[in-house]
């Protein structure tokens, strides 16, 4: 899990969320206000899209498998 690690990190633009990541803690993109693109396989957005607000989903690039 990686919590709020992120939280209110106001200069990420971009992420990318390997894999291995099964688990987000809740909000752990709020107040990202330059976030422009979250970056996954389809696989990892299955394990984690509860996590993830509407807000934020709608910035998700999915990965060519």
């Given at each position: 899990?990686?919590?709020n690690?992120?939280?209110?990190c106001?200069?990420?633009e971009?992420?990318?969320?390997?894999?291995?990541?099964t688990?987000?803690g809740?909000n752990?993109?709020?107040?990202?206000?330059?976030?422009?693109?979250?970056?996954?396989?389809k696989?990892?957005?299955?394990?984690?899209k509860d996590?993830?607000?509407?807000?934020?989903q709608q910035?998700i690039i999915?990965?060519?498998?």
């Amino acid at each position: 899990s990686t919590n709020n690690r992120y939280r209110c990190c106001k200069s990420l633009e971009e992420i990318n969320i390997p894999d291995s990541i099964t688990n987000l803690g809740e909000n752990v993109f709020e107040k990202c206000n330059s976030l422009k693109r979250i970056i996954m396989s389809k696989a990892t957005y299955v394990h984690i899209k509860d996590a993830l607000t509407r807000d934020v989903q709608q910035k998700i690039i999915f990965k060519q498998e």
